[in-house]
Each structure stands twice: as C-alpha cells, then as structure tokens.
C-alpha cells in the first residue's frame, strides 16, 4: 500500500514541480514596459475585429506578465486608432489592432486626407488571423452559381449590383478586380458599413456580396443567403464542398487579415516578444474555436512575413483602384 500511494504521489508532485516551474519562469520575466499597454482598435466593440482584438489581448497578458487593455478609438475609417499608434512610445506600450485596409488600401487610394502614412509610420508586428471571403446572394437570387452570375453581368452591363461596407473596401476592391477579371461592367452600391450592406442583401435589393464569412456564416447556414463561391482556400474549413471563384475566374483570390503594427522604430526585442505573444494566441485553443466559430482562420505571421503581405497587398490594390479610377470619398 505504502509503495503504492508512493508511485501515486510521484506524478503529482511532478505535475506541481512543473508548474511551479513555470510560474516562477513568468514571475521573472521583465516587464514590457513601465508604462501601461495599449491595444488601440479603430473601430467599435462587438464586431468580429474587436473580438479577436480582446482575445489577443488575454493571451497577450499572460504572455507579456503585464495587462493589455483593448482601447476602441473609432472614426476615419480607422485612421484615429493608427495615428495614435505611431505617435505613441516606442516601448511596445502602445501598439495598434491593424487591418488589411488601414495598412495597405488607404494608402494607395487617390484623395486620402491622411494624418500619418501607415506604409511609414507603422511596421508589422504579427499576424493573428485571416478572414477568408466569400461570394454570396440571397435566398431568392436566380444565380444558383458563380457561372450564372458572370454570364449574366457580361451579357447585362450595369445590370448587376454589388453591396459593400464602403468606397475603398477591401469588399469593394474585391469585387472591382472580379469585373475586370470576367470584363463587366457591374453597379457598385456603397453602405456605411457591413450591417447595412447585409440588410438589402437579404432583402435583395442588391444582387451580390463579396465579403468576410464571419459576417454571413450564420445566415448562410441558416438559408437566408447562398454562398456561391470562396475567395481563397481557407475558407474550405467551414464550407468544404463549396467551390472557389478561381475556378470559374482565374487568378482571383481575396481575403483580409488582422494582426498588430506598432510605430515605427520599435526594438526588435519589443517586436519578438509581442510576435511570440501572437503565436501563443494562435496555439491556445480556446482562442483558435472563438475565432473559427466566428468565421476567423487563425493563421500566424511574423513581422517579416507580415510585411511582404502588406508591400503585396499595396501594390495588387493600388493596380485594382488605378483600373477601376477609385477615389476617397
């Protein structure tokens, strides 16, 4: 009996030993900076963007031994947040849930009135997760396929009209390149916002979306929208038997991401804690389930690799609106 309560208690304390180890290991981590952290997020609570923020952030606080608040600075399409970033210390106590459109789109669009410039001012962090796109229309739309719809924008021009969250969109810039892929001519209809846009979807007053699943995943297993195609592979991991737009139209992909950029000049140092801070989100599996029930691929990106997703997205971008002739509103 003795011999066995002795091979019981031997795994215990091994599991105790360990982590106490790796308390001890956390408690003498040093802190990221004397200053309190900021994850600035320019747009407002409750939506995909900021849940993924919140979830960076938890993570983020144990990994970094220090609190990270989610501060939402709204207005501009984003820009208030980023500004505040790169004006801000260069400690890693101030950093900015960054966007597909707010690092890479703004930047090349005609007319912008912007207060610092994010291909200068900011620098790339780290990738938390994909959004991955979708081609959808609603429940009484006669295109059952991608097919029925090129056919008909191509034998119809200016016919028909697509619903985006606004001019300058990555939804927006999405569906521009599909025109000029397939050579029509279809009727751009701007909303402020993805909700907006969504609403006259269902109500079919707008012909079609391209857009983030995480927005129409629920109405798409509900019914209420058909998903005719996917625009870029990772969106296999909800709807697998779906097919992707690139088979129809070559060369067409689409997708958005969110990481974290902080200003420029950040250390090194700061930039790999913060990376390794990233990585431990994307393996923690609580985060990876919230995000993929809420249509989010989790999918990690260095600073480096990061950065070639933004000079790439800058320069596809800047060749989709000088075809389209887009302008800032």
């Not at 970094?64 to 984003?78: D, F, K, P, S």
């Not at 606004?166 to 025109?179: A, K, N």
């Not at 927005?215 to 509900?222: L, T």
């Not at 919230?290 to 989790?298: F, R, S, Y």
Request: proline share 6%.
């Amino acid at each position: 009996m003795v011999k066995r309560m002795r091979a019981l208690a031997l795994p215990i304390l091994g599991a105790a030993l360990a982590a106490l180890t790796l308390q001890t290991a956390t408690a003498q981590q040093p802190a990221l900076s004397d200053r309190p952290i900021r994850m600035l997020y320019g747009f407002a609570a409750g939506g995909s963007g900021d849940l993924a923020a919140r979830l960076l952030a938890d993570v983020a606080s144990r990994e970094l031994g220090q609190r990270v608040v989610v501060e939402n600075r709204t207005g501009a399409n984003g820009m208030i947040a980023a500004e505040a970033a790169a004006r801000g210390p260069t400690d890693g106590s101030n950093v900015l849930f960054c966007t597909t459109g707010n690092m890479t789109i703004v930047t090349e669009l005609p007319g912008a009135q912007l207060p610092i410039n994010p291909a200068t001012d900011l620098i790339g962090i780290g990738q938390l997760l994909r959004s991955t796109f979708g081609l959808v229309v609603g429940k009484d739309s006669p295109y059952r396929s991608i097919q029925d719809l090129v056919a008909d924008a191509r034998a119809n021009p200016g016919k028909v009209s697509y619903a985006t969250p606004g001019i300058g969109s990555v939804q927006h810039l999405s569906t521009e390149l599909l025109g000029q892929k397939i050579g029509a001519q279809m009727v751009h209809v701007p909303y402020r916002g993805s909700q907006a846009a969504l609403q006259d979807l269902l109500a079919g007053r707008t012909s079609f979306s391209i857009t983030n699943l995480g927005d129409v995943i629920s109405h798409i297993r509900s019914g209420q929208l058909r998903l005719l195609g996917l625009g870029d592979p990772l969106g296999k991991r909800f709807f697998p038997d779906a097919p992707m737009i690139a088979e129809v139209v070559p060369g067409f992909e689409t997708y958005a991401w969110f990481g974290l950029c902080g200003p420029t000049g950040l250390p090194d140092a700061v930039v790999k804690r913060w990376e390794k801070a990233i990585q431990a989100a994307v393996n923690d599996p609580t985060v990876s389930q919230k995000l993929l029930d809420n249509g989010m691929v989790p999918a990690f990106a260095d600073s480096a690799e990061l950065k070639k997703t933004m000079d790439e997205n800058r320069r596809s971008y800047r060749e989709v609106i000088r075809a389209a002739n887009i302008k800032a509103e």
